[in-house]
């Protein structure tokens, strides 16, 4: 399967997520922001980071990237999309999730292991999930 | 050359952490004047000569797509002489 990883200007977690695609035995596509082709990918992760610095909103400005036009076309049709950190508020800007992201009202930053629990292990990103719980770690403000 | 600004306010129903440290400051420092205070974003935009309204109607659809989400934000466009 091939999984496209986006790099916008200010992307930092690229890398990780490509090499997680690939330990996760699929190929990773790197997207360009600019770029006007999905490349034929089968699914797309928007990695964290700081993309466009952050300005405005976190993700306002990548969400009309040429490649989001794409992304948010393929996702209405079907196609797996992952937001991650700074990818999720990317998704969240462009509208393919509900909601909106605000600083955590006390306004601290937060870092720490962050316990999860898988409640759906039939979506195309968490098949092999064999228990119900995980841990992974968090930062946020 | 007039100036259109825009004010980007989050609604009133959503927490504004910052606004509250801001509200929470201002006592240390011996202002003791406000009730509360609401953080906000404000644009200014230069354009030729005076607004026209399709300009102004430009600026409002920007300002619904771009410059606010208005998923957790209101905004008002004025003219500023």
């Known amino acids: 399967m091939r999984v496209g990883v986006i790099t916008f200007p200010g992307t930092l977690d690229d890398r990780d997520a490509a090499r997680a695609v690939v330990a996760g035995g699929s190929e990773a596509v790197s997207l360009w922001h600019a770029d006007a082709d999905l490349k034929s990918v089968d699914a797309v992760i928007l990695p964290g980071g700081f993309s466009y610095g952050d300005y405005l909103r976190c993700g306002a400005i990548s969400r009309f990237a040429p490649v989001m036009q794409l992304v948010i076309e393929a996702a209405g049709k079907g196609m797996p999309v992952l937001g991650i950190c700074n990818g999720f508020q990317v998704l969240c800007e462009s509208h393919l999730l509900p909601g909106a992201l605000t600083r955590n009202s006390d306004l601290h930053f937060l870092c720490r292991d962050q316990e999860i629990e898988i409640v759906n292990n039939t979506t195309p990103w968490t098949t092999s999930y064999n228990r119900r719980k995980d841990c992974y770690p968090a930062k946020e403000r | ?81």
């Open chain 2, 1 to 81: 050359m007039a100036k259109i600004v825009v004010d980007v306010m989050l609604k009133p129903e959503i927490l504004d952490p910052q606004g509250n440290a801001v509200a929470s400051a201002l006592p240390r420092l011996g202002f003791s004047f406000a009730k509360s205070v609401r953080q906000g974003k404000r644009f200014e935009i230069e354009v030729e000569g005076e607004p026209t309204a399709a300009q102004l109607a430009e600026v409002e659809k920007a300002a619904e797509v771009l410059l606010s989400n208005p998923v957790i934000e209101n905004f008002v466009v004025r003219v500023e002489k």
